[in-house]
């Protein structure tokens, strides 16, 4: 019995020690981890998931929300720990105040695109659909996107600086690309301005990675497929489905942020709608004192793209809700005789032959899928100007 103790004793010690020395090893090397486990050690040992140290490029903004930083020089960002991209900005005029992903304006201008971050684009400049789309053209576009915005803050980009660039043009054309949380960002947007009263907060307060071991976290991710002790206010950003299909693509889906700010069975995104109807009535009547034309470039969720991976995992209601700001969006397009081209049946057309179209563990297009957008838009206005 004493001797069977002291084996016990001396395999406790050297699991002991094991242990030890992997979590020293995990912490050291955790800048440099790949994968899921790269993600749940860096959580733990610097509080943030990605590989290299990063500035965000924007900034709130009273009049939108968020804008981007003027005369940003190829700065990394991240969309996701797996996503990274180089951001530079120009400011269009001198205190303008905001910058753009865009070139400077030494050129006629055709057209100007707003949109949230689906028309800043989480991939290299280049990539971008809206870059894609001018050289397939050959138009001369500035791009006015802005990440975290919604339609309100649309119409006040087109009005402070798209109008200046098209006012010369006698037949401009106007790009709006909407996404289904533009609703919700109105929402947020009007809270931020104090026109609509706030909710009640269901944070916590709590910000703070709850697992104090890079080991144990490891040991959690490869249980469960995903580290879930991230802080509170990341956790509405992860995706807690995941699914193969296509050529070994794997898509991570579902997350909460996407359940609630796309359902429009929620009154704060109705209260949103409200502001964005307005908004989309404001910016026709600006198109058409501009003698030009205004078209709403319509992007669907990637769990509406894919829902025949999608609905299986997380149920044909859970992908309805996504499906609903889009569906509010077109009803908007039928009341309001807006002109709206919506990509769903062109990206679909694609991803049903198991091409990935969206990034894995973010919600944009990734370089495929904006190459898909940028054609289907090009063929869109040439077939609607015949």
Same mark, same amino acid.
């Given at each position: ?94 205190n303008a105040g905001v910058g753009f992903r865009t070139d400077p304006v030494d050129y006629f201008v055709d057209a100007v695109v707003v949109g949230d971050s689906f028309g800043m684009c989480f991939t290299e400049r280049a990539?971008?659909?809206?870059? /894609? ?43 709006? @690309?909407?996404?289904? $949380? ?13 026109e609509v009263e706030a909710p009640e907060s269901e944070d916590s307060g709590e910000n703070v990675v709850r697992q104090p071991s890079a080991l144990l976290a490891v040991a959690e991710t490869l249980i469960t497929g995903q ?21 070994? $693509?794997?898509? @991570?889906?579902?997350? /909460?942020?996407? /359940? ?23 910016? @026709? ?37 996504? @499906? ?50 940028? /054609? ?11």
């Amino acid at each position: 019995m004493k001797k069977l103790a002291q084996i016990t004793g001396i395999i406790l010690i050297n699991l002991i020690i094991i242990a030890v020395l992997l979590e020293i090893l995990l912490r050291v090397f955790a800048p440099s981890l790949p994968g899921a486990v790269g993600v749940a050690v860096r959580w733990v040992t610097t509080g943030q998931p990605y590989q290299e140290e990063w500035t965000q490029a924007w900034q709130q903004n009273i009049d939108h929300y968020w804008s981007l930083h003027p005369d940003i020089d190829d700065a990394l960002q991240y969309g996701s720990p797996t996503v990274s991209f180089r951001m530079s900005t120009v400011e269009l005029w001198e205190n303008a105040g905001v910058g753009f992903r865009t070139d400077p304006v030494d050129y006629f201008v055709d057209a100007v695109v707003v949109g949230d971050s689906f028309g800043m684009c989480f991939t290299e400049r280049a990539d971008c659909w809206v870059d /894609q789309l001018a050289t397939q053209t050959d138009l001369g576009i500035v791009n006015l996107s802005q990440p975290v915005t919604g339609t309100t803050s649309h119409l006040r980009i087109l009005r402070d600086f798209g109008v200046p660039l098209l006012e010369t043009n006698p037949e401009p054309l106007i790009i709006w @690309q909407f996404f289904g $949380n533009d609703f919700n960002d109105d929402y947020g947007l009007a809270v931020f301005r104090d026109e609509v009263e706030a909710p009640e907060s269901e944070d916590s307060g709590e910000n703070v990675v709850r697992q104090p071991s890079a080991l144990l976290a490891v040991a959690e991710t490869l249980i469960t497929g995903q580290f879930v002790g991230v802080p509170d206010s990341e956790a509405l950003f992860v995706k807690p489905y995941r699914a193969t299909y296509g050529d070994n $693509n794997v898509l @991570q889906f579902g997350g /909460q942020y996407e /359940q609630t700010a796309l359902d429009m069975s929620r009154e704060i995104n109705q209260i949103g709608y409200a502001y964005s109807r307005e908004a989309f009535i404001s910016a @026709q009547d600006i198109a058409d004192n501009l003698n030009g034309n205004l078209v709403i470039v319509i992007i669907p969720t990637r769990e509406e793209v894919y829902r025949d991976v999608t609905t299986p995992v997380m149920g044909e209601e859970a992908v309805n809700r996504l @499906q609903s700001a889009r569906d509010a969006m077109l009803d908007l397009c039928a009341e309001l005789s807006l002109t709206c081209y919506d990509a769903y049946d062109d990206l679909v057309a694609v991803a049903d032959t198991g091409e990935a179209l969206y990034f894995s563990d973010d919600m944009h297009l990734n370089p495929r899928g904006n190459a898909i957008l940028a /054609q289907a838009v090009a063929d869109y206005l040439v077939n609607s100007s015949e």
